[in-house]
């Protein structure tokens, strides 16, 4: 059976996360493997309109509660544009928000989240005077500029800013696009940047260059945790070309056999009320701050701004002073108001919190499958017996320490899946904690799926 067949089978999803490098001398250290488990979606992250849209559709979807919060947010600021915006920092901050859903290909549940909400939205389309346009697929600088061009009158030949400079971007295949980024002359990169800060755009490697003015592109990239780690080179970490999206992990909560498709009165109703708060608050211009809003601002601005150790968790998580505020108008604008007020930015924090743990959480996972189902196999043959540190170190990684520290973080994040215990047990000398492979794993079991608890609305 692979991992993601064990998870199938009804694996409770525990603790767990990555490893501490291996104590030295190594063997001696029989304390249990400190981990660091998936996500937890904050309540106060479902707060108000956007929150109660995702807690009605979650139950009918296999769908994350977060992949449907970030995606439902970011296309609801792309279909604002830029007519209600924030001004900070002497600049213009519309509700642009890119995430990046992270998730296997197994079990991630990226696309489904991503049609829930598209449904949603074409829902929106069928009274709008201005739908949104949207396309999928992004392979060049020059090309994303193309869909977004100022353009030619052909009788005079006059050339303005089209009407309508919106633009949602699905790429379903982010991975794709990170590997454009290590292609020498590649232009997608930068342009990317320059389209999140809300620059005018120019192709320059034309004779004829093509010029975008002002345009309001969003993004929305699906990529799997191996992928983005493959290609996630130094440049674009610390470089700001990650750190402009929004990293949301996901994977599926529960099984629907029948489909998990969304009522269609459910649908009628939830999008009338998204085109309605559209019709209403697309041309606020400015959208200030509450004197509450002010207050609760000043403690999260300084938590952000105190120092954090160099590396690329740090360079990945840096945008998030001007990201909460943008967050926190989308979370303002879906509930109808005109102003963003304390909760909207207590909203758009415990969402960047849940960023933060997708980050970590990105750092470990299974990649190497050959080697999973080898340790597995190994564990199963000590059954209920176990296997201890030392056996790992003497026994299975024929104590080369490297071998030792990747066994420990597999096991680690075997533990954060459900599929391995650790159990501390105490004799004569010292207390060991030993590594038992869960009974689901070692023979076959009946399928089965419980659902992950959506968080309850914050009071």
Known sequence: MTHAEHLDHGADPGEGGRVVPFPTPAGEDETPLPVVGFPNLSPAALQGTAGRIVREVAPTTEAHPAALLAILLSTFGAWVGTGSYLYRANSVHPGRVWPLITGRTSDGAKGTAQAVIERLFREVAKTSEWPLRTVRGLSSGEGLIEQVADEKDDDTGEITPRADRR??????????????????????????????????????????????????ITVIGHVTPRELRERMTSAEVFGGGLNRMLIVASRRTQLLPEGGN????????????????????????????TPAAIEAWEPIYRDLARPRPDGPVTALLARGRPMIPR?????AL????????????????????????SIHWLYGQLDDQEEVERLMTWLAEAGEAGRGKSEVYNDFAKRHKKAVEQALETIALLIRDGIVTQDTRTGRGRPSTRFILRPQARQPCGRSGSAEKVPEQPP
């Open 167 to 216: 633009l949602l971007v699905v790429e379903e295949e982010y991975a794709k696009v990170l590997a454009q980024f290590e292609r020498s002359g590649n232009t997608l990169s930068m342009t990317l940047r320059e389209a999140w800060d809300g620059k005018s755009l120019q192709s320059v490697t034309r004779s004829n260059p093509v010029t975008a003015t002002d345009p309001s």
């Open 327 to 331: 967050i926190a108008l989308v979370y």
């Open 334 to 357: 879906i509930d109808g108001s005109q102003a963003v007020d304390a909760e909207h930015l207590q909203a758009a924090r415990a969402l960047w919190d849940y960023t933060e743990e």
């Open 262 to 289: 969304l009522p269609d009165g459910m649908v009628a109703d939830l999008g009338g009320q998204l085109a309605d708060r559209l019709r209403k608050l697309s041309g606020l211009g400015e959208v200030p701050f």
